[in-house]
């Protein structure tokens, strides 16, 4: 599961410039497993929930992505700290979507229903 900076820097980089689909699917290759345990080993989450916040990242991936600007850093440095707020959001999201959830359940049941 390493991830080499320079390969990574440079994937990222042709990325910005030619939003090439095949650039981005080696991105996230390289970087799904990393993505996946983050939250299990960080945030001792099972499987589902490591599952669906992986989902809720890769989601937002690609913008997250072209806000990186290189520097003397390392990648994954970097993009260990937008997992943490990413995985702060998803928290976030999961309780709004709680909560909207026992305020309106007669609405979930009508969008079900559409």
Not at 54 to 63: Q, V
Not at 94 to 104: A, L, N
Request: overall charge positive.
């Amino acid at each position: 599961m390493l991830i080499e900076d320079k390969i990574i820097k440079k994937l990222v980089s042709e990325y910005k410039i030619a939003r090439s689909v095949i650039t981005f699917k080696e991105i996230v290759n390289h970087l799904s497993k990393y993505i996946y345990n983050y939250a299990r080993k960080v945030f001792g989450v099972n499987h589902e929930i490591a599952m669906d916040f992986y989902l809720y990242y890769i989601e937002r991936i690609e913008n997250i992505l072209l806000k990186y600007n290189e520097t003397e850093t390392k990648f994954i440095t970097w993009f260990t700290y937008t997992l943490r707020n990413g995985y702060l959001n998803y928290i976030d999201y999961k309780k709004r979507k709680e909560i909207r959830k026992q305020f309106r359940p007669e609405y979930d049941c009508i969008k079900r229903i559409a």
